[in-house]
């Protein structure tokens, strides 16, 4: 008899955990297939440290080729899946395409940034959800600091040194906290601007910063951001962006350049082309991870709506405990569907969370246990380290030299600005010149600052199509 095809798409958090599950049930008996875009696994919470150049941007990847042995891997982004045929298109980093058949499917796509209908606001601000974005991000907040430096306008050094984030969960908490610490070392280093502080903007509309978390972790992070001199400005959001800066709801216009938007995550728009029962945009599944009427079909992770049993009604928040934990019973689940045990309803109860604020700093709560200060940050940090399934080393090396020594303040500029748009549903993959992803809808590059030396063009030919078309999904905060 041949062996069962199990086909995993998305080598992320909870696609990485049902594969290294499976590879360990499977024992040879079954072929497994993890198709990602990339050759790693991108620890995510991480990514605020590699913007603010904490960790070299390798430390928070996880090759897959060298933890999954026994898990075949194609590289490729998933574009239809016949579900009748069982089935699954892809296409490859080289345009190639190709078909995977599978018995199993398991579908960990994860999310994408979530946009808002705001002028302005997809040409000018940039996302925060894959490496790409985050090392675009490093170098655009250098090369804003070494612009204002060699600037002869009072106004112009204002504005390049002026950074706005927008959304105050937990990724633009940590960017903003981070950033702070990070422009003030390179300030440190320019003695034209000694007399000028980078002023950081954190504006949320909800009332609180962290205002998913316990109110103690907002209390926390609230105060850290305060006395670093982040401006932390709830029920306040933006009504427009241009080049040269942001209009805010309350109507004061800030010069800047930068616009982070971190406003939250809605799911891969590759679950809405399956013509399946959505919850918010999440694929709907059962306690068991399959989905209704398909039950060789599982979904996982933030782009699964897993009923969440511990709070009758509501679904799990696409959160990494959540998808690492969902990975495994999608991994266990799928064996147990070809005959290795009884499948288990997801049940998790939430252990916590942690928020790094940068140096000593973080806000956390342990088994609900509200931390702050230097317990925080040794417990936010021994956190990541246990959670990164490798690389622990290299990135506990990255933060002993970060304690000992200046930030490296280099820009590569590899990475365009019009290269990492916001609307995008490839996070993980920067856009090349002339590629299939290139920019169709303009470089939104206006006010970013791109005037490095790369021969790259500033506006990429536009020659082809995204991924998949983009569908007017509904949008769930992953904030
Ligand atoms: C900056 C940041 C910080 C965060 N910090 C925290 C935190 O501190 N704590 C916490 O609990 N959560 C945090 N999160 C949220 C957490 O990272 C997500 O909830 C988690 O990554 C979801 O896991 P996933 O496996 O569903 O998706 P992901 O981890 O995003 O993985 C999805 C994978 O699918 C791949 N993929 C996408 N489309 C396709 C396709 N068409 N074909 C093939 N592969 C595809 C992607 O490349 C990726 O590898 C953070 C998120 C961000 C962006």
Redesign the pocket.
Known sequence: MSRPRIVI???????FRAARTLERAARGRADITL????DYF?Y??L??QVASGVLEARRVTVSLPGTLRGVRHVLG??GRIDLDARTVH?TGPEDDTGTLSYDRLVL????VNKLLPIPGVAEHAHG??GLPEALYLRDHITRQVELAASADNAAERVARCTFAVVGAG??GTEVAAHGQLFTDSLTRSQPSLKDLRPRWLLLDVASRVLPELDERLSRTADRVLRERGVEVRTETSVKEATPDGVLLTDGEFVDTRTLVWCVG?RP?P?VDSLGLPLERGRLLVGPTLQVPGRPEVFAC???AAVPDLENPGQYTP????H?WRQGQVAGRNVAASLGGGEPRPYRHRNLG??VDLGGAQAAADPLGIPLSGVPAGLVTRGYHLAAMPGNRVRVAADWLLDAVLPRQSVQLGLVRSWSVPLDTASP?LARVPGGRRAASSGPGAAHTGDTGNSSAPLVAPSTGTP?NPRPDTPSEG?Q
């Open positions: 798409v998305g080598a992320g958090f909870a696609g198709l990602n875009p990339t991108l995510l919470p990514l605020p982004e998933a892809y960990a796509a994860g999310s925060f959800r937990y990724t995550v891969d590759l992770g933030d782009a696409m959160t990494a405990q998808a969370f942690v993980e991924k992953g």
